[in-house]
């Protein structure tokens, strides 16, 4: 290889091109020293989820491909790898985010260009678009661009309505 990648860029481009291949979005990668050994968590999710059997079989591909490239910063000195997803509670900040919590309760602060600056919403997502999202907010739709939301979480709901059927929100 004529020019040289930084160990780090080189690290995340071997476990997403892994992840990838395996189906799911790479959403996090953190590298923490734990004494002589480093913890190398990857956090992954995909449209249907993680299940534990998918994550047993990426940890699997991820260590191999770790051991076998000799470029790969970690795969030479002692690591723990980690994988997991994200979790409930994490963020709304990509597209994908969103269109994965569609039918769940979320609460959304507005950023300074929203409709009202500063306000926190608390509404069901309907549906996603490139560009925003449409919550029911109270019985009212609510159209926001992903720009106009300054943080959003999904709320853990123990009693969650079902999701309405495919096509429901079609049209819209």
Avoid: C
Avoid at 8 to 18: G, N, Q, Y
Avoid at 112 to 134: H, M, N
Wanted: aromatic content about 2%; hydrophobic content about 40%.
């Amino acid at each position: 290889m004529s020019s040289r990648v930084a160990p780090r860029e080189r690290l995340t481009e071997l476990i997403s091109l892994a992840v990838t291949a395996a189906g799911f979005d790479l959403e996090d990668l953190v590298i923490t020293p734990a004494g002589r050994r480093s913890l190398l968590r990857v956090i992954v999710d995909g449209d249907d989820g993680i299940t534990l059997d998918d994550v047993a079989a990426l940890s699997r591909a991820l260590s191999a491909a770790l051991d076998d490239d000799d470029a790969a910063p970690i795969g030479a000195s002692p690591y723990v790898l980690e994988v997991s997803s994200p979790g409930v509670d994490r963020p709304l900040t990509q597209p994908r985010h969103w269109r994965r919590a569609i039918g769940r309760l979320v609460t959304a602060r507005l950023a300074a260009v929203g409709p009202v600056e500063g306000d926190t919403l608390r509404g069901r997502v309907l549906s996603t678009a490139d560009k925003g999202v449409i919550l029911d907010v109270s019985g009212v739709r609510r159209e926001l661009a992903y720009g106009e939301i300054a943080t959003a979480r999904v709320e853990v709901e123990f009693n969650r309505p079902k999701a309405p059927g495919p096509g429901a929100e079609e049209g819209s």
